[in-house]
């Protein structure tokens, strides 16, 4: 990660009260976003904002995205669904240490109601920065998205 480094930021309802902590979280460490909503608690659609995330993401606006929801499994479905992304649900450091590691995820989900806020910081810590491993997980990785064509 460099000062270039912008992440997509999306959540739902339940996620919005983890995404607080988090950009303050980031604009502590100086780390640039883009939120593409939702903006408070009322209740909307995960895969709405999942979407939004994920497309700038796919469209390499940003390089990394950050989706969350009550469980992250609503966000990470939907991210999942757009040509290009590697949405990896996380719930502990190691999961996201390995997500980059070995799958070079470009999204991280999380799940606002399974996660503390700690736990979630910590989370995002290991994925933005920890690089991708390479080697023989490439030609694991290139395999997914001949699936898609992408
Ligand atoms: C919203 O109640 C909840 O269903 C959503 O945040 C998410 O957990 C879906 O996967």
Do not use: W
Not at 13 to 28: Q, S, W
Not at 64 to 88: D, E, F, H, L, M
Request: hydrophobic letters at 40%.
């Amino acid at each position: 990660m460099n000062e270039q480094t912008v992440i997509a930021l999306g959540s739902d309802h339940a996620g919005f009260a983890l995404k607080r902590p988090l950009r303050d979280y980031l604009d502590e460490m100086g780390i640039r976003y883009i939120d593409y909503g939702c903006f408070s608690g009322e209740a909307v659609d995960y895969p709405d904002f999942a979407y939004r995330a994920a497309m700038a993401v796919a469209s390499r606006l940003t390089k990394y995205g950050i989706v969350i929801c009550g469980t992250g499994i609503g966000v990470s479905i939907t991210a999942n669904k757009v040509a290009g992304i590697r949405a990896a649900l996380c719930c502990t450091p190691f999961m996201a240490e390995l997500a980059r590691k070995h799958n070079d995820a470009n999204m991280l989900a999380l799940g606002a109601r399974t996660t503390t806020h700690e736990q979630a910081i910590e989370i995002v810590e290991i994925f933005l920065k920890t690089p991708f491993e390479g080697n023989r997980h490439k030609i694991r990785v290139e395999k997914i998205h001949l699936l898609s064509g992408r």
